[in-house]
């Protein structure tokens, strides 16, 4: 559906530093403290996450899906999240997901997407944008981690539908965009529903939206196999991923486009409405 010209306003590169100054500290010092907690009773488990995130931003880095300093916050990222969930039934399968998808719809039809001007850049992505796309999913698994490390229980799943609706709505949001970019035609503005160039912040196209949702589905579905989702869970995180899609374009006309928030805020506050959307949800369950 989305169909976004990764836009960049020097002026508010404020935003991308304040996004990383909010997520990147609480998730290292979250990682650190699960990390010595763990450590006496599962070592195993503490040590299989660093290896894990280890090879993970090696890969990465090798792929140039990302920059070094990304790939090294995506590291921290997978040791946060392994350690929520370890073992077989973890956080990592649709984390993995999402960069499958996100890198297989950035390569696609690039060749057309040079052409146009609205290729994203071949050294892959900045620490800002991964924790603008996945930051959210993060931050949702550390108040859960919170309350098992200062009080010793859990509050149940809410937080875990939360973090897939929100690695949900990042799939989403680069394969509307990705493969909308190249099949989906000129696109419409969503405000005003009027033709305008590919890449305009804020615009939609039907062939966009529907692989955007595809990918929300995938992301919903392989987490509904790893931690056997009722089928109501897993339609408030494909629902939530969906609204965040939304909401991703409607600010990306309106407040982008105004240059009032960069690319960066956009997608950090889309995917934090996709989980807010689904905790809420979740929460009544």
């Known amino acids: 559906m989305m169909s976004f010209r990764k836009s960049v306003h020097p002026r ?5 530093k ?10 290292a010092a979250f990682a650190v403290v699960e990390s010595m907690q763990r450590s006496p009773h599962l070592p195993v488990s503490v040590l299989t996450a660093w290896v894990i995130a280890i090879l993970f931003a090696l890969i990465v880095w090798i792929l140039r899906a990302a920059t070094p300093a990304a790939s090294l916050t995506g590291a921290l990222f997978v040791v946060v999240l392994y350690l929520w969930a370890p073992g077989l039934r973890t956080m990592l399968w649709p984390l993995v997901a999402v960069l499958v998808l996100t890198l297989g719809a950035t390569r696609f039809g690039r060749h057309k997407k040079e052409t146009l001007g ?3 850049e071949k050294r892959g992505r900045t620490a800002s944008q991964v924790v603008a796309n996945l930051g959210a999913a993060v931050i949702a698994a550390i108040p859960l981690r919170a309350w098992r490390v200062w009080l010793g229980f859990y509050p149940g799943r809410t937080a875990l ?15 509307s965009s990705e ?3 190249v099949l989906g035609g000129e696109p419409y503005l969503l405000t005003t529903f009027r033709r305008v160039p590919r890449g305009t912040d804020g615009a939609i196209s039907l062939c966009g939206t529907l692989v955007g949702v595809a990918g929300a589905a995938i992301i919903s579905a392989l987490s509904a196999a790893v931690f056997r989702f009722t089928f109501t869970e897993s339609a408030i995180a494909l629902a939530a991923a969906f609204a965040g899609l939304f909401i991703d374009s409607l600010l990306g006309a309106t407040l982008e486009r105004a240059g009032w928030l960069n690319n960066d805020a956009v997608n950090a506050l889309s995917t934090a409405a996709a989980a807010m959307l689904a905790g809420v949800l979740a929460g009544g369950l």
């Open 12 to 16: 508010l590169h404020w935003q991308s």
């Open 18 to 27: 304040l996004i990383l100054l909010l997520v990147v500290p609480l998730s």
């Open 118 to 120: 609205i290729a994203e």
């Open 161 to 175: 539908i939360a973090a897939v609706a929100a690695l949900g709505e990042a799939a989403a949001d680069t394969l």
């Open 179 to 181: 493969f909308g970019e």
